[in-house]
């Protein structure tokens, strides 16, 4: 007989690995404030991840990204106008925070909003 603990253990695995990722909202903006954008970043199981986001200004980027540790992440954004750059993030599971910089522009954003 399995436990209540176990089926519940499982049945939550099962959800999280059922297409093997996890879609959550991003919203951020540059430092200055003069830009803000919204979007959506995927998570992979095997550590991989992509987003997708579009500023208040038209500009829409993408980028990939890997987790280094367990908790921390790191990646690069290509923009339609021609910007790109690093990015690096410190997620809590669903959740997280992480900053940038697209051009020399510096930019902050959180997931799982």
């Known amino acids: 007989m399995i436990s209540v603990r176990k089926f519940i253990s499982i049945t939550l695995l099962s959800a999280l690995c059922s297409g093997c990722s996890v879609t959550a909202a991003v919203k951020g903006q540059s430092t200055d404030g003069r830009e803000k954008f919204e979007g959506t970043a995927t998570g992979y199981a095997d ?22 540790t367990y908790r921390d992440g ?8 021609g910007a790109s750059g690093p990015f690096r993030f410190v997620s809590t599971g669903t959740k997280g925070t992480g900053t940038g910089n697209l051009n020399g522009r510096q930019f902050t954003f959180t997931f799982g909003v």
């Open 47 to 68: 550590g991989s991840g992509t987003l997708e986001i579009k500023s208040n200004r038209g500009r829409t980027c993408t980028g990939t990204f890997v987790y280094v």
């Open 74 to 81: 790191e990646g690069t954004f290509t923009c339609n106008d």
